[in-house]
Every structure is written in structure tokens, then in C-alpha cells.
């Protein structure tokens, strides 16, 4: 077949040119698009590797973590004083609120359980803040944010959400464990003692230094009151009260005497001469005074038989001070210091039963 000239159609250069020139811009137009979306699909990918291995490094940096420790029990129950289950129950309760960091800023550098394992172990060891920020890859401005923001945490979840809330157990209720020793005294509710911690010596004038100043210690304290069930619990605990405050004077603010009941008895010691304070039909029964020089017979057995049930104060005592926080209260902790020792007592509740121990000495 012959192709001739008048058969061809003749496009102009310049239209093909242009028409090429359009495809190409068009095909440009839709790369850069679909180059967009991918890059910031990567960009995406991309942060949120950076995230992940910010955190691993944050870990890293941590010399102890509790997901290692946890596979050293005795190890945990070094640390914090309390048994590995224990702790995880603990920290549920804490982890179910959220948590308004005293210094105005979240602490994410820090798991929440591992910030949880920095203040048992700041409350039961005592550990400085350079020492914990260390352990724990933080700042001591962190570690000082953490521990005040967690002791306020656990307060409000071990005194106002259990001790507090569930007040003092009747004497019918103890009775339903009433230990041999405290047969003499079916009727107890609560036996009473108070305590002192060594604090800083205030700074802001000479009427505070001679408020916490002790005569008995011999020092500037702090003084609570701490009451136990028949069984060893630890059922009511005050704030702390400037070193100066007698007994009797701590006894009528702390608000104890007003859960007690027609019928009830209170152990104390000798100190605790309150019998104008008691509401009608509660009695004191406290050790007989040294009247002639020499006990009676039965001022004796009295006084072994009282001293036998009140050492349940006295271990729960011993067992809050083991807290080593509570051997000096320095002055940045002087406001949370009520709080401090109220926690303190709570923990002591989640230990190993301290009855156990007493009818083994006994």
C-alpha cells in the first residue's frame, strides 16, 4: 500500500511540544503527592521509633528497676518492707489515680511503679536524693517530685481510704480475735502510747525551737499518738504535735477519744493520766503508781498483766520507726511530716501480723 503526502495529517511541533510538556507536568504533580503521604508515613514510623528507644534509654540508665527486681523477692522485702504480692496490691490501689506532681510538672522519665519502689525505699531506707536519682537515671529535683508526690498518694490511699475511713474496730469486733494475753481485758478497744521523732531545729523563732524542744528527749521532736487493736493492728494514729505536748493534752486533740463507746476500756501507760477527758462509761486502765515504795501483790500482777498486752503498742511502734526516714525529719520535709509518719504506721498494717510474734516471745 502506498501512503501518499495528502493522506498524512500534519500536527504542528509546537501543539506535540505543549501536549508533552502538560503530560509531564501532570505526571510531576501526582509523584510529589504520593511521595508527600509516604514521607510522612516514615516521618511518622520515624517518631515513633525515636519515642521508643528514648524510653529504653531512660530505662537504661536506670541501675534498678523493679521489673528486675521483682525477680529477687527477699530482695523487694529489703527494699521496701513489704512482701512482692503485697507491693503489687499496693501499687494497683496507687495506680488508679492520677497523680498531681507537687512541683507542677508529670514525671515520665521514671516508670509510675518504679517511682512507686523510689519512696517505699526513701521512707524505709532513708536513701538521699543523689543516691536514688542515680538508681533510678533521675534528677534529685525528679526524685524530689516523685517521693513528695507519691507520699501524699499514699496517704490518701492507705490513712484517709482505710484507716481513717474504716475508724476504730468495736469491742465486739475484737473480741473475735482477742488474743490470751488481753483475756484479762475482754473489754479493750484500743491501747494508747505516743512516740517521738527527732526533727531540725525550726528556724523561724525561739518560740518554735522551745515548742519542739523535749524535756524528755532531750532534743527538738516531734510527738504522736498511736492506738493498736487488742490483736496488734494499728487502728487510729495522730498527726505530730510539737515535742513540748504532754500526753493527756495530745489525747484530747487527736479526736480519739471521741470514737470511744459506753463500756469500752483503754490501755495506756502511766503517763496518760486523762481520766477527766473519758466520755461517761469509758475506763483507763493504766499501771498502778509506786505508792510506798514497794508494789502489792496484786499491784504486781496488775502491773506484768498490763505491761504483757500493752507491748502490742510498743512492737508497732518499733516497726514504724524501722521506717529510717523517721530517725531526724529534716526541714524540707518539716510540712509533711504528719504525713510521713501517718504513712509510716499504714505500711507497718500491710508487714507480716506483729501478733504472731508477740505470742512467740511469749
Not at 310 to 338: Q, T
Amino acid at each position: 500500500m502506498q501512503l501518499n503526502l495528502s493522506d498524512v495529517i500534519f500536527v504542528p511541533v509546537h501543539y506535540v511540544l505543549c501536549r508533552q510538556s502538560r503530560s509531564d507536568t501532570a505526571e510531576e504533580t501526582a509523584q510529589p503527592e504520593l511521595g508527600s503521604a509516604t514521607v510522612q508515613v516514615e516521618n511518622d514510623m520515624l517518631r515513633q521509633k525515636v519515642l521508643q528507644l528514648e524510653q529504653q534509654l531512660a530505662t537504661a540508665r536506670q541501675v534498678l528497676t523493679f521489673e528486675v527486681l521483682q525477680r529477687d523477692p527477699p530482695l523487694v522485702l529489703h527494699y521496701t518492707g513489704l512482701q512482692l504480692d503485697v507491693f503489687n496490691v499496693l501499687f494497683s490501689l496507687c495506680d488508679r489515680f492520677e497523680l498531681a506532681y507537687g512541683q507542677g510538672w508529670n514525671v515520665q522519665s521514671v516508670p509510675k511503679v518504679d517511682q512507686l519502689l523510689m519512696t517505699l525505699m526513701k521512707l524505709k531506707l532513708n536513701l538521699t536524693h543523689t543516691d536514688l536519682g542515680y538508681r533510678f537515671g533521675a534528677s534529685r529535683t525528679t526524685v524530689a517530685n516523685i517521693v513528695t508526690t507519691f507520699i501524699h498518694c499514699l496517704h490518701k490511699v492507705l490513712y484517709d481510704g482505710m484507716l481513717v475511713a474504716n475508724g476504730i474496730p468495736s469491742v465486739n469486733k475484737n473480741k473475735t480475735c482477742l488474743p490470751t494475753c488481753f483475756s484479762t481485758f475482754a473489754n479493750s478497744r484500743i491501747t494508747l502510747d505516743c512516740t517521738e521523732v527527732q526533727c531540725a531545729i525550726p528556724s523561724q523563732s525561739m518560740a518554735h525551737q522551745r515548742q519542739t524542744f523535749s524535756s524528755y528527749k532531750q532534743r527538738n521532736t516531734f510527738k504522736g499518738l498511736v492506738g493498736v487493736a487488742p490483736n496488734g493492728v494499728i487502728t487510729f494514729v495522730s498527726k505530730l504535735y510539737p515535742g513540748s505536748t504532754s500526753d493527756k493534752a495530745i489525747v484530747a486533740a487527736s479526736g480519739v477519744l471521741d470514737q470511744m463507746e459506753s463500756g469500752d476500756m483503754i490501755l495506756a501507760d502511766k503517763g496518760f493520766v486523762m481520766q477527766d477527758l473519758l466520755p461517761p462509761g469509758v475506763s483507763l486502765n493504766v499501771p498502778p503508781f509506786l505508792k510506798h515504795g514497794k508494789f502489792t501483790r496484786e499491784e504486781a500482777r496488775l502491773t506484768t498483766t498490763i505491761a504483757r498486752a500493752r507491748i502490742h503498742v510498743e512492737r508497732a511502734i518499733a516497726r514504724i520507726k524501722n521506717h529510717s526516714i523517721l530517725a531526724f525529719i529534716p526541714a524540707h520535709y518539716r510540712n509533711m511530716a504528719s504525713k510521713i509518719f501517718q504513712v509510716c504506721a499504714c505500711l507497718v498494717n500491710m508487714q507480716a501480723p506483729l501478733l504472731k510474734e508477740v505470742s512467740t516471745d511469749e
